[in-house]
Every structure is written in structure tokens, then in C-alpha cells.
């Protein structure tokens, strides 16, 4: 593991203020194919973007990290089963394959959305 890698590993996810709200930020990216560190991470988070008092408009930023099928399903699980109801999400950085997953979430009326900016994806949450 570089120390780039490191870096992204230790990068904290947190609540942005942006457009007179709030954007909860899980950064998931740079991480390569570290794929048990990716869902520890994201499993770590759980509880705090789970909270009722945490945003109900989610970033999860996936750039430079290699989304495994397990990856995706336990991103997909962890919202199923954090009992908190998530009013847009917005995924950046992601492949042709987890692109598909998500227009099966739209289909069930979630709000999600795919974007290769970050810039473009906080103003789709909170224009």
C-alpha cells in the first residue's frame, strides 16, 4: 500500500454545509483494491450518517477506487439497513457496472444519480 493509499484510507467522511443545507460526504475514493478496507470504512460510518440527525443527502465518492460486487453490495445493504430514509444520493466516480445497480435503484423511485464531478453532484443534492 503507497502512502496515497494511506492517505485516502485515513480520510475522514463528514457533513458539509453547502446551499443552505447539508451534504453528507462519504469519501470511498483513492483507495485502489483495497476492498476489505473500503467496507470497514464504509461499515464505520454507518452509525454516523445513520443518525436522525445526519443529512438526508448523501455524496459517496468511489473515484480511483476498484468497485467490487461485494463493495456494491454492501453499500446497498448499509443504506437497506440503516433504518434512515435518504432523500437523494449521489455516487461519484463509478463504472459502467455499478452505473447499471443504480438505475435498478432509480426504477424503485429512490433518488440517485451518477456524476464524474463532485462540484456537479453537491449542486444535484442541493441546488
Known amino acids: 500500500m503507497d502512502d496515497i ?14 446551499n443552505g443545507g447539508t451534504i453528507w460526504c462519504e469519501h470511498l475514493d483513492g ?5 476489505d478496507e473500503v467496507i ?3 461499515l ?3 452509525k454516523a450518517f445513520s443518525r ?16 467490487t460486487e461485494r ?19 449521489a455516487f461519484v466516480g463509478v463504472g459502467s457496472r455499478l452505473r447499471r445497480e443504480i438505475k435498478a435503484l ?9 456524476f464524474d464531478d463532485y462540484e456537479k453532484a453537491k449542486d444535484w443534492l442541493l441546488p
Do not use: H, W
Open 5 to 18: 493509499q494511506q492517505a485516502a484510507i485515513k480520510k475522514k467522511s463528514f457533513e458539509l454545509n453547502y
Open 31 to 35: 483507495m485502489g483494491g483495497y476492498e
Open 40 to 42: 470497514e470504512k464504509l
Open 44 to 46: 464505520g460510518d454507518k
Open 52 to 67: 436522525p440527525s445526519s443529512s438526508a443527502f448523501m455524496i459517496i465518492n468511489l473515484d480511483k477506487t476498484e468497485i
Open 71 to 89: 463493495i456494491t453490495e454492501t453499500i446497498f445493504s448499509a443504506f437497506e439497513n440503516s433504518g434512515k430514509v435518504f432523500r437523494k444520493i
Open 106 to 114: 432509480k426504477a424503485k423511485c429512490i433518488a440517485v444519480e451518477t
